[in-house]
């Protein structure tokens, strides 16, 4: 690939410039690794899946090291839209063709199992991040429309899921006063939150209940065997196990992850706070994700901003004007907000699989890997971390239903992906302004 992405867009363990960081509830910086050190298990990556696996592995009495090259939460588990959506990332349906009836079930069970744990840590450790429930479910046709209720019913009917209102074309509007949205649902059963000030209570819980956070400190490399080797600049790990929790993050580390989970970037802005006018946005405190393949995602913030993610982009860097590429796609939906101020801009970078499932691997007898939440990660990292801790315990169900999930991997291996990858947004991006 080239670029080392947690440098190429970011400065060295800083968090980006988004309204999270401005507006959250700051962590004191934990030092960086010097020296050697021992564990039972060393986890690397201090997103959702890396602080989770940690607090609940220490909660179980494991002596734990987690590694964070920059701040924890500085990934996309920092930046992203706080959406804690229900059901898996892709579609029930699809996935019941997939892996077959029983599977597909066991896998509509780990997604609330996903919500209900986001929820009960929040409770339970008591992280003050807005969260709040629904999210709307919202299509550009009658047809589309027509495609959402048929979801809806087909998890009330088989599944027995009833946190879902249908929404017609005018129930829709009075929720989401745009002009190109045709209805929907609005699913009460998801939620939504401030993302970093999640990410942030659950380092908080995790060293409280003992874990050794070091901030500042890259892995440079992985040597495996009985105990695995953790190398970093000025130190290394010696643990029993390893959990690789990096996402759009692991660059060289791992191949075989490599192969399957591709990192590409998203973008989110923050308008000014819109007072009155919120209610031309949203008439209640809910979020949507539409359905365009380059989906757009957004919600109202405490403080009445419309923090809005959306926008394109093919290479790996950022674009220099982040704010305009999020203002095209929300102009298009609310096209009363062309001259509001934008206050804050910023890109992350998230990872996507084939099938847009995450990747859970066992890539050696003591070596766990999870990543790959292709935009669904609030739920599904935060669940895949404690399904990593449980699976070290010895109950690995939940981590081998989801690791049975067929992955495969991009064609042409890293060189190819990105120009396929590009070609294939590209591709999608025209339908979605085709209408096709």
Same mark, same amino acid.
């Given at each position: 690939m080239g670029l080392n992405l947690l440098y190429s867009n970011d400065r060295k363990a800083e968090y *980006?410039?988004? &309204?999270?960081?401005?507006?959250?509830?700051?962590?004191?910086? !934990? *030092?960086?690794?010097?020296?050697?050190?021992?564990a039972d298990?060393?986890?690397?990556?201090?997103?959702?899946?890396?602080?989770?696996?940690? $607090?609940?592995?220490?909660?179980?009495?494991?002596?734990?090291?987690?590694?964070?090259?920059?701040?924890?939460?500085?990934?996309?588990?920092?930046?992203n839209g706080g959406q804690l959506g229900s059901a898996q990332r892709m579609d029930q349906e699809d996935l019941e063709r997939l892996v077959g009836e029983d599977d597909a079930a066991?896998? &509509?069970?780990?997604? !609330?199992?996903?919500?209900? $744990?986001?929820?009960?840590?929040?409770?339970?450790? !008591?992280?003050?991040?807005?969260?709040? *429930?629904?999210?709307?479910?919202?299509?550009?046709?009658?047809?589309?429309?027509?495609?959402?209720?048929?979801?809806?019913?087909?998890?009330?009917?088989?599944?027995g899921y009833d946190?879902?209102?249908?929404?017609?074309?005018?129930?829709?509007?009075?929720?989401?006063?745009?002009?190109?949205y045709q209805g929907g649902y609005l699913d009460m059963g998801a939620a939504h939150l401030h993302p970093l000030n999640?990410?942030?209570?659950?380092?908080?819980?995790?060293?409280?209940?003992?874990?050794?956070?070091?901030?500042?400190?890259?892995?440079?490399?992985?040597?495996?065997?009985?105990?695995?080797?953790?190398?970093?600049?000025?130190g290394q790990v010696s643990a029993g196990h390893v959990i690789l929790a990096c996402n759009g993050y692991l660059g060289a580390l791992n191949r075989q992850v490599a192969a399957r989970v591709m990192p590409i970037n998203n973008f989110i802005a923050a308008t000014e706070p819109l007072g009155e006018d919120a209610r031309?946005?949203?008439?209640?405190?809910?979020?949507?994700?539409?359905?365009?393949?380059?989906?757009?995602?957004?919600?109202?913030?405490a403080d009445n901003r419309l923090l809005f993610g959306g926008g394109e982009s093919y290479g790996y860097r950022f674009p220099s004007d982040i704010a305009a590429t999020v203002r095209k796609p929300m102009t298009e939906i609310f096209p009363h907000l062309r001259?509001?101020?934008?206050?804050?801009? &910023?890109?992350?970078?998230?990872?996507?699989?084939?099938?847009?499932m995450p990747y859970l691997a066992r890539i050696a007898p003591n070596i766990l890997s999870a990543s790959g939440y292709s935009g669904h990660g609030v739920g599904t990292a935060t669940h895949a971390g404690q399904l990593?801790?449980?699976?070290? !315990?010895?109950?690995?169900?939940?981590?081998?239903? $989801?690791?049975?999930?067929?992955?495969? *991997?991009?064609?042409?291996?890293?060189? $190819?992906?990105?120009p396929l990858l590009a070609l294939a947004m590209t591709w999608y991006a025209l339908r979605d302004r085709l209408g096709v």
């Open positions: *980006p410039p988004s &309204w999270y960081a401005a507006t959250a509830q700051g962590l004191d910086r !934990q *030092p960086a690794l010097d020296g050697d050190a021992r298990v060393c986890i690397v990556g201090g997103g959702y899946t890396g602080l989770s696996a940690a $607090l609940h592995l220490a909660e179980a009495g494991f002596d734990v090291v987690l590694l964070e090259a920059h701040r924890v939460g500085f990934g996309a588990s920092g930046r066991k896998l &509509w069970h780990l997604a !609330q199992d996903a919500k209900d $744990l986001v929820k009960s840590l929040i409770a339970k450790h !008591q992280i003050d991040c807005d969260l709040k *429930p629904g999210i709307a479910g919202l299509g550009f046709s009658a047809s589309e429309r027509r495609e959402l209720h048929e979801h809806a019913a087909h998890l009330s009917d088989r599944y946190q879902m209102d249908l929404l017609d074309a005018d129930a829709g509007r009075a929720l989401c006063p745009s002009p190109a999640y990410a942030l209570g659950l380092a908080r819980a995790a060293i409280k209940a003992g874990v050794r956070v070091h901030e500042g400190t890259e892995v440079l490399g992985i040597e495996e065997g009985p105990r695995v080797t953790v190398r970093t600049a000025k031309q946005v949203l008439t209640r405190d809910v979020a949507v994700a539409d359905t365009k393949f380059v989906v757009n995602y957004f919600r109202l913030s001259d509001i101020r934008i206050d804050y801009a &910023w890109g992350g970078t998230l990872a996507i699989t084939m099938r847009r990593m801790a449980l699976a070290l !315990q010895g109950q690995a169900e939940g981590f081998d239903t $989801l690791s049975r999930v067929p992955a495969l *991997p991009f064609p042409g291996g890293p060189a $190819l992906r990105s």
